[in-house]
């Protein structure tokens, strides 16, 4: 079965400072990778994907996120951090097929002005 | 394009009742799946609807039980309410393609007394 690690429960940063949340999976065949984001008392927010092709992959409010097939990592990554980043980030895999999307347990992002 | 809506947004129960909680997709997405959210257990997954067949189910008891309706909307039930039961309840659509991302309505904060 699929399944998701988020090693970091909480990751600080100063504003302007470039920012990476990391993530690792575990999955049978070549994997669907998701991060989504979630403002407080708010559902969560889809950020971008990587199904196939480029490994970079780029998605909205500036963020990226590369897929390492060696490494089993989809890290999230933005150059310049906000405050307005500060939230509760969360990375999701899915196998190909009709499998359930399965998500870490999220890190809180915490940027300081 | 109207998003995902769910209702009601909050709700508080006794324990031993029954709830049931409702959920709208985005037009044209034929795809349901509900999570419940806690601080301690993070997002867990607990059914796929897809063109009104569960197509997954997550590690839940029987008490937890869902439907996807023709329309594509979904209800999701809980008997016999436990204490362990509150949590935010959210519900997400897509297309049904395993490639395709979730978008999450607000979702609907259960409180079991």
């Known amino acids: 079965a699929q399944s998701v690690a988020q090693p970091e429960d909480q990751v600080n940063v100063a504003e302007g400072n470039p920012l990476t949340v990391k993530c690792t999976y575990s999955?049978?065949?070549?994997?669907?990778l998701f991060w989504y984001v979630q403002y407080p008392n708010r559902g969560l927010q889809f950020l971008l994907k990587?199904?196939?092709?480029?490994?970079l992959v780029k998605g909205s409010y500036g963020f990226e996120a590369e897929f390492n097939k060696s490494q089993t990592s989809f890290h999230l990554k933005k150059p310049s951090a906000l405050v307005s980043d500060s939230a509760l980030y969360f990375c999701?895999?899915?196998?190909?097929?009709?499998?359930?999307?399965?998500f870490g347990k999220g890190t809180r992002l915490s940027v300081i002005a | 394009k109207a998003g995902v809506t769910q209702t009601p947004r909050y709700l508080i129960k006794t324990r031993g009742q029954q709830v049931t909680l409702s959920c709208s997709p985005i037009?044209?997405?034929?795809?349901v799946s509900w999570y419940q959210q806690t601080p301690g257990q993070g997002l867990q997954f607990l059914f796929e609807?897809?063109?009104?067949?569960?197509?997954n189910k997550g590690n839940f008891p029987g008490r937890f039980s869902g439907r996807q309706f023709s329309n594509s909307r979904s209800e999701m039930n809980v008997s016999t309410l436990e204490l362990g039961d509150s949590a935010l309840y959210l519900c997400?659509?897509?297309?049904?393609?395993?490639?395709?991302?979730?978008?999450f309505g607000p979702g609907t904060r259960l409180t079991v007394t």
């Open positions: 999701a895999v899915r196998d190909p097929g009709n499998t359930p999307l399965v």
């Open positions: 997400a659509s897509s297309s049904g393609t395993g490639f395709g991302e979730q978008y």
């Open positions: 609807y897809f063109s009104e067949t569960q197509r």
């Open positions: 999955v049978s065949g070549n994997p669907y």
């Open positions: 990587y199904i196939t092709g480029d490994n």
């Open positions: 037009s044209g997405h034929r795809s």
